[in-house]
């Protein structure tokens, strides 16, 4: 079948276009669109790919192209087809919850914000779109209590002067307007300052409400201006929350994304520079953040949306950054400008973005569901038989004359097994030879196991090793002397010490950091494998130097951790002349670890 398709694949146009893919039912289980159709579909039906392409193209049975005139025409074509067919093996955006609009009608006596599923040019007043319907109904609430407005089932002027105000009147959340005082211009007067706030003008309004009371004082209304004072401090208030209020047409939106036990794609709508609104896709899929991926996301999700900003920041620069722009430049009906930005503030912004990404990952999912993911996705990029539940680690420390150790740490589905972590005193080495210590070590955990130990149950469905090609080969062939065949890699660390990658006993290197908790969990292995291995070590030193030393009369601990800050070994202490030893304890001390050794050296030679 894939001859098949390649032999068909190899006779397409080297044009701009869509292509189609389809399954064994005729069904559309995937569309994309290309510089040039005839290279990019044979791609597909050549080489290896990454799980999710593979699993895509087992299923293609047969394909179907659009030729288009131009890169921006298979743009809009690519958007259309997908709205159309929602095809599995697309990222699709989850779009049916719709993005809410505050409407006001001025043309009304007494104008009302509500929430509206659209933006109909009727006459009225559209400020949004806005994450949700929850989200669109705090916004009006807050602007209610900052500006006193009724959120009652009142209506005015019809209702005016029928009852006695309601409870929220006597709380001070309203201002009454159910009574004979305020008048029709202050209500709409209100409501035009809210207007202003949806529109990002905060600080105009504050402005232009600072100068009104300055007015009433000046002529001695002093009630008014105390009033007018305290609405400046709730709108200031207001303000200082950056409460999650956007504007249809928002300065910049800074784009997102992460990849975790799902993968999350966020909008951060900035307005003056200050955060105005978010908006988070989640996405079950463990999509790949590259530069298709993004466009495709911004594409639908301003399509959706319904609105789209002056500036756009992306993480990665997209090849069709051109395209992108003519198309939400055409839907938005002015221009927009696309920006992928390397330093300053509008960097920070893009940072904030991938954070709050990050952040509604670990909020929407489980920490066991994380660790699982997170291993599915270890198990598909070193292309493991089976799950990693259970994952062992080796490291080998030496000091000096205290000889070597190796620690081996156990992580079972992710999470540290501390009762099978193992320890190692290499044996029969007269000096440091890291690649023959790692064997010992491997040698003997797999030896237990073969001897029936139980305490070395099961063996490890993967196996890292400290240390580069060398290191990872060495444990192969410890395993493979045994007659065992396990998936060994080596923990690759970069000039800062921190893991870089993972490695095969053939060489072939696997980069990590573009999947943060895959890296993650790796190098907490590695760390907590090091940290084993050199505690051991000190643990060893310490009982090495407390039994020798604290058998000198006058040697307590302070000065036994004296001699070994400064001499760094027992072999150093026995060496040294009397003078050498009373510089760093009293002379009669000295003398005593003086006499100890020769005594001791004495009795040896006898």
């Not at 201002?175 to 300052?193: H, K, M, V």
């Not at 201006?225 to 200082?240: G, K, N, T």
């Not at 030893?581 to 670890?593: D, G, H, I, Q, R």
Request: glycine letters at 6%; a neutral charge.
């Amino acid at each position: 079948m894939l001859d098949t398709l390649l032999e068909k694949a190899n006779n397409l146009p080297l044009l701009p276009g869509v292509y189609i893919m389809l399954d064994a039912k005729g069904e559309v289980i995937y569309v994309g669109k290309a510089k040039r159709l005839k290279n990019r579909v044979v791609s597909y039906f050549r080489g290896e790919h990454p799980p999710k392409v593979a699993a895509m193209v087992d299923k293609v049975r047969d394909f179907n192209v659009i030729v288009a005139d131009s890169e921006f025409e298979a743009l809009v074509l690519e958007n259309s087809l997908i709205k159309r067919h929602r095809p599995h093996y697309n990222i699709l955006l989850k779009d049916d919850k719709g993005y809410p609009f505050i409407r006001v009608d001025m043309k009304s006596a007494y104008p009302q914000m509500t929430v509206s599923r659209s933006a109909p040019k009727d006459g009225a007043s559209y400020f949004g779109p806005f994450g949700g319907r929850y989200q669109t109904r705090e916004i009006i609430d807050v602007i209610r209590r900052t500006l006193l407005l009724p959120d009652c089932a009142r209506k005015f002027p019809r209702d005016i002067g029928k009852e006695r105000p309601c409870l929220k009147y006597q709380m001070g959340s309203c201002a009454g307007w159910c009574l004979e005082g305020p008048t029709q211009e202050d209500y709409r007067s209100r409501i035009e300052q809210a207007a202003l706030i949806l529109e990002g003008r905060s600080a105009e309004l504050i402005e232009d409400l600072r100068s009104e009371m300055e007015r009433a004082a000046g002529e001695l209304r002093f009630e008014q201006a105390a009033a007018l004072r305290d609405r400046i401090r709730a709108v200031e208030a207001l303000s200082h929350r950056q409460r999650v209020i956007s504007t249809a047409f928002s300065d910049t939106d800074a784009i997102g994304f992460c990849r975790g036990a799902k993968s999350c794609f966020t909008v951060l709508h900035f307005r003056g520079g200050d955060l105005s609104g978010k908006d988070a896709e989640m996405l079950d899929e463990p999509i790949e953040e590259d530069a298709e991926a993004i466009s495709k996301l911004v594409r639908q999700y301003y399509a959706t949306r319904g609105a789209v900003p002056k500036h756009i920041l992306l993480p990665i620069e997209c090849d069709d950054r051109e395209e992108l722009e003519t198309f939400l430049s055409e839907n938005s009906g002015r221009k927009t400008v696309i920006e992928v930005p390397k330093r300053g503030e509008r960097l920070r912004l893009i940072e904030s973005a991938a954070v709050n990404a990050r952040e509604e990952i670990l909020r929407r999912t489980t920490q066991a569901q994380r660790r699982s993911k997170t291993l599915e996705w270890l198990q598909k990029a070193l292309d493991l038989e089976g799950f990693p539940h259970r994952i062992e680690a080796f490291d080998v420390s030496n000091l000096g004359d205290m000889g070597i150790v190796a620690a081996m740490t156990v992580h079972a589905d992710g999470r540290p097994l501390k009762r099978d972590y193992r320890k190692f005193r290499i044996r029969g080495l007269e000096r440091p030879d890291d690649y023959a210590s790692m064997y010992q070590a491997v040698a003997r955990r797999l030896q237990r196991y073969l001897d029936g130990d139980e305490k070395f149950f099961p063996l490890p469905d993967l196996l890292l090793i400290d240390g580069g090609r060398e290191h990872a080969a060495t444990a192969r062939r410890a395993a493979e002397d045994l007659g065992l065949s396990l998936s060994i890699f080596g923990m690759v660390k970069d000039g800062r010490h921190r893991t870089r990658a993972l490695v095969t006993p053939d060489g072939r290197e696997i980069g990590i950091a573009g999947n943060q908790a895959v890296f993650s969990l790796v190098g907490n292995i590695q760390e907590e494998t090091h940290r084993c291995a050199v505690e051991y070590q000190r643990s060893l030193r310490d009982e090495s130097y407390g039994s020798t030393l604290e058998r000198i009369p006058g040697v307590g601990k302070k000065r036994r951790e004296d001699l070994i800050s400064h001499f760094k070994s027992v072999r150093a202490i026995r060496g040294a002349s009397i003078e050498e030893l009373a510089s760093v304890v009293p002379k009669n001390t000295a003398e005593a670890v003086w006499s100890y050794f020769r005594r001791d050296k004495e009795e040896q030679e006898e």
